[in-house]
């Protein structure tokens, strides 16, 4: 099993802020690493797939980048609809996800 | 717009089993391009892949869960379900039908709403 670890946990940004992510896979899943938002009580929802392209309508300030064992979720400027968990998933192997981020308002 | 709905009850019974229905509309499930997933999340907790089917009924399975799961298609109904044997309390959750992207081991896109399964006596 891969074991993918996010961190950190819990991110405070102010909106308006840039949003740096981070999640690391226990062994390379070379660019099979989709990254998804969940907002409380919906489904989670499809980001980036192939760690650095963006899902159909997903705005150009969700960014991904990495590749092998280390990954990176950017957003570039924080708007109020973008407080929300985030988890990434790799898809090399059978599929797994990290425990998530939190990002909050500061 | 391709839509997913989950059905089934919302409590079962400790060692009893969990039936779930996943309903695909504004597209076949039979598209020979994709595969269709489960997935259930605990409370307050992170994700975790279950299974996933192709519309030919080939089935993969989460290796922790493989000896308790089964996921069959009804492509008449335009349907896959998820049973899952013994349930515990570990394994009250909210349950998600999902598309794979393209292959058995992909992301996935678009989700259902999910629907919560409380174990409990």
């Known amino acids: 099993e891969i074991v993918m670890t996010q961190f950190p946990v819990t991110l405070s940004v102010s909106p308006g802020e840039r949003a740096t992510l981070s999640c690391r896979a226990s062994?390379?899943?070379?660019?099979?690493l989709a990254w998804y938002q969940q907002k409380p009580g919906q489904a989670p929802r499809l980001l980036i797939y192939?760690?650095?392209s963006r899902a159909t309508g997903i705005p150009a300030r969700f960014s991904g980048s990495g590749s092998g064992t280390e990954f990176t979720l950017t957003i570039s400027s924080l708007q109020s609809e973008d407080f929300a968990v985030y988890y990434c998933?790799?898809?090399?192997?059978?599929?797994?996800f990290g425990g998530g981020t939190k990002v909050e308002i500061k | 717009q391709l839509q997913l709905q989950e059905s089934g009850p919302g409590l079962v019974k400790p060692s009893e089993t969990l039936s779930l229905t996943c309903t695909v509309s504004?597209?076949?499930?039979?598209?020979?391009?994709?595969?269709w997933g489960w997935i259930r999340q605990p409370p307050g907790k992170g994700l975790e892949w279950i299974g996933t089917?192709?519309?030919?009924?080939?089935?993969y399975y989460n290796p922790s869960l493989k000896s308790r799961i089964a996921i069959s298609v009804d492509t008449s109904k335009n349907q896959f379900s998820l049973k899952l044997t013994s349930v515990t309390a570990a394994d009250t959750a909210v349950y998600y039908c999902?598309?794979?992207?393209?292959?058995?081991?992909?992301?996935?896109?678009?989700w259902g709403q999910g629907t919560l399964v409380t174990v409990s006596s």
């Open positions: 504004g597209g076949s499930i039979s598209i020979n391009t994709y595969y």
């Open positions: 999902a598309r794979l992207g393209g292959g058995y081991v992909d992301w996935f896109d678009p």
């Open positions: 062994q390379s899943v070379y660019s099979n």
């Open positions: 192939g760690a650095s």
């Open positions: 998933q790799q898809y090399n192997n059978w599929p797994s």
């Open positions: 089917i192709y519309y030919s009924g080939s089935t």
